[in-house]
């Protein structure tokens, strides 16, 4: 379940029959091992510039927290997206930056 905002509320998640909760745990963690590995292989210059927020279909979202590291990583988005298909093979096409406010 969504609303209008693309989001799913939070009462769904503990409230589901699903087991939701696990589950996004799991990609949470899971999220949380693949931006640690793959600060490792960015370039010195934009290592910590940008986090890892979600992969889904061929779209890489990653969050950065100013104008300007967003822009950095916006001028090396190729560069990006090679580290993530070639050494996590992931089929990200796309990547979304959003920045996130203080």
Same mark, same amino acid.
Do not use: W
């Given at each position: 379940?969504? %609303?209008?905002?693309? /989001?799913?509320?939070? %009462?769904?998640? $503990?409230?589901?029959?699903? %087991?939701? /909760?696990?589950?996004? !745990?799991? #990609?949470?963690?899971?999220?949380?091992?693949?931006? *640690?590995? $793959?600060?490792?292989? !960015?370039?010195?210059?934009? *290592?910590?510039?940008?986090? &890892?927020?979600?992969?889904?279909?061929?779209? /890489?979202?990653?969050?950065?927290?100013? +104008?300007?590291?967003?822009?950095?990583?916006?001028? #090396?988005? *190729?560069?990006?997206?090679?580290? &993530? +298909?070639?050494?996590?093979? =992931?089929?990200?096409?796309?990547?979304? =930056?959003? =920045?996130?406010?203080?």
């Amino acid at each position: 379940m969504r %609303n209008n905002s693309g /989001l799913t509320p939070i %009462n769904y998640c $503990f409230d589901s029959k699903d %087991n939701n /909760l696990p589950r996004i !745990l799991k #990609h949470a963690a899971y999220l949380r091992e693949l931006d *640690r590995k $793959f600060q490792s292989k !960015l370039p010195l210059a934009l *290592r910590g510039l940008c986090s &890892i927020a979600n992969i889904r279909e061929n779209l /890489l979202v990653v969050i950065c927290y100013s +104008q300007l590291e967003a822009s950095k990583v916006r001028m #090396h988005s *190729r560069v990006i997206l090679q580290i &993530i +298909q070639q050494d996590f093979k =992931i089929t990200a096409k796309k990547l979304k =930056i959003i =920045i996130e406010s203080s």
